[in-house]
């Protein structure tokens, strides 16, 4: 399993932002997608997740109603469509998977930097 996250950068507060995750190589249709993010000198923290079929995405609270996940039809990538971006936002993003019958993340992509600042 291959997970390959693009799409970070500089924006400026309240602006707008979308990540990608390519994925290759799951064995079955039974895994969910996660985007996890990390602040500097803080512990990586839970964003948002949606099962592989693209059915029910979940949220932290501190991005509820700001940003969007979801998987992109025909595609075997999923995004994060992140609007009214924060200087609290500001971390390397990561997007990760695991199979529906365990509790941690499996698989990992690498990280991208997305920073809001004016």
């Known amino acids: 399993v291959q997970l390959q996250a693009s799409g970070g950068g500089l924006v400026q507060p309240g602006g707008s932002l979308r990540l990608s995750c390519a994925v290759s190589?799951?064995?079955?249709?039974?895994?969910?997608l996660a985007w996890f993010r990390q602040a500097p000198g803080k512990e990586r923290e839970f964003v948002a997740n949606?099962?592989?079929?693209?059915?029910?995405?979940a949220y932290a609270a501190s991005v509820k109603g700001r940003f969007a996940i979801f998987r992109n039809n025909g595609e075997n990538t999923v995004s994060v469509q992140m609007n009214n971006l924060k200087p609290e936002d500001t971390a390397v993003y990561y997007c990760?998977?695991?199979?529906?019958?365990?509790?941690?993340?499996?698989?990992w992509g690498q990280g991208t930097l997305v920073t809001v600042s004016s």
């Open positions: 990760a998977a695991r199979y529906t019958g365990v509790s941690e993340y499996q698989y």
């Open positions: 190589g799951l064995p079955s249709n039974q895994y969910i």
């Open positions: 949606v099962f592989w079929s693209g059915r029910s995405p």
